[in-house]
């Protein structure tokens, strides 16, 4: 007797955009929760007699984990799916958040910021991707630009909440409310995040599907200018709203930048995924990296001018907002799905070593010359340097056969499927 398949299961259904939907609530709660940190720098600083550096140091080694971890949980959720994962995550979010703000010195809030909030994050960010992934075929493209929206989505929406949160009830009273609200949200994405159709892979597979990638120079030209990237990208999130309050700019006024970034990435990770679909995925990810070096520019002339510093803040939202919704589609097409979570782990630690480095570089120099123009010239550096690094992938999305590490690559492009297929021969 036949077994009745389950409509519910298969790739592109509802269940599917369930899953893509918790993807996009769980981001949008957790970043915007996370870039409000840049609101609360000023009230650290004054409290604990900080520098820049001290306090960019938090953020960098929180941004650090949580991309780092992806080694550990993208084998996990192929494996295991998300679903246990994000309850871990829920605990480890929920309590950083609230024991930071018991915290009495600057060194013990790094510690239970970091820890907390870093491996809470770390806990879903790679699993939710390779979910949302596993659960589409035709429309992957979009169904993980709507996962990843949700990162600019709280960025826009929930970022001048925390915001008022911060500056009404101080940055102590609001991590406390936000840590309570973090286990809520997380227990509910867990609940949604439904075990895609695809059969678990077992560890093995996602260590060969590691080996195999980083023997591939494509791999390489994806990591190292995401890196080059992240050196610059995870500075604004720290500096932009200080910047501005020190030209002069109101706090609520500086706070709408991030919201403008945030604006960007909305657009960058939507539009960008959305016009993926006919003009292919890896020219659209080199475009996000020629955007940023030009954004950062128009930073360095835009001094005090507060409508040059939203046209910087939007450019680079959609820069790296797209980038971060093409990325995984990229990942998926050119490595395959077998053993997902464990390449995505790995080439997400690269974002990870630049979060740590640049910002507090950055801060080092601030708090040394006393001006932002060497950090933000650095950042045009480096961005133009990721531009170098990525350029050649565009030729490699245009559907022409490349050689790669001397095996030919064909990419095909359709309007139809979501994601270019890749071929070895």
């Not at 893509?20 to 409000?36: D, K, M, Q, V």
């Not at 009830?169 to 867990?190: D, K, L, P, T």
């Not at 995505?344 to 480095?357: D, E, K, M, P, W």
């Not at 531009?387 to 245009?398: E, F, S, T």
Request: include cysteine.
């Amino acid at each position: 007797m036949s077994r009745t398949r389950n409509p519910t299961k298969n790739p592109d259904s509802a269940r599917g955009w369930i899953v893509a939907s918790a993807g996009c609530l769980i981001n949008a709660w957790t970043f915007g929760i996370f870039y409000s940190f840049a609101t609360a720098v000023g009230q650290m600083v004054e409290e604990f007699d900080a520098s820049l550096s001290g306090v960019a140091a938090l953020m960098s080694v929180t941004t650090f984990l949580f991309f780092a971890l992806g080694i550990i949980t993208g084998p996990l959720a192929d494996k295991f799916g998300a679903r246990r994962l994000i309850t871990i995550g829920a605990l480890f979010m929920g309590g950083g958040l609230w024991f930071t703000a018991q915290t009495q010195s600057l060194l013990v809030g790094t510690i239970t910021y970091s820890l907390g909030v870093g491996l809470g994050i770390g806990s879903y960010l790679v699993p939710m991707s390779v979910a949302t992934g596993a659960w589409f075929i035709k429309h992957r493209t979009l169904a993980l630009g709507l996962n990843t929206a949700g990162i600019g989505l709280g960025t826009l929406l929930l970022v001048p909440v925390c915001e008022r949160l911060i500056t009404s009830q101080g940055w102590r009273s609001a991590f406390e409310i936000m840590g309570i609200g973090s286990i809520a949200i997380y227990f509910v994405v867990a609940l949604l995040s439904f075990r895609p159709p695809t059969p678990p892979s077992p560890v093995s597979a996602s260590i060969s599907a590691v080996k195999s990638a980083v023997k591939r120079l494509v791999f390489w030209r994806l990591y190292f200018s995401g890196l080059s990237m992240s050196l610059a990208l995870f500075v604004p999130f720290v500096f932009l709203v200080q910047y501005a309050k020190e030209q002069g700019i109101s706090s609520s006024t500086a706070a709408f930048l991030i919201t403008s970034l945030g604006l960007g990435s909305v657009l960058g990770r939507l539009g960008l995924g959305i016009l993926g679909l006919r003009v292919g995925v890896l020219p659209l990810v080199v475009l996000c990296f020629c955007v940023q070096p030009v954004a950062y520019t128009i930073w360095l002339l835009a001094g005090g001018n507060y409508i040059l510093l939203l046209a910087f803040a939007a450019l680079l939202g959609v820069g790296y907002g797209g980038y971060v919704a093409l990325s995984p589609v990229a990942a998926a097409g050119i490595f395959g799905l077998q053993g997902l979570g464990g390449v995505l782990g790995v080439l997400y630690t690269s974002a990870g070593i630049g979060a740590l480095i640049g910002p507090i570089a950055a801060g080092a120099v601030i708090d040394a010359t006393g001006s932002y123009s060497i950090a933000i010239i650095a950042s045009i550096i480096v961005s133009a340097l990721a531009v170098g690094i990525a350029l050649p992938l565009w030729k490699i999305g245009n559907g022409n056969v490349q050689t790669i590490d001397k095996k030919p690559l064909t990419v095909v492009t359709d309007a139809q499927p979501s994601v270019f297929s890749v071929t070895y021969k």
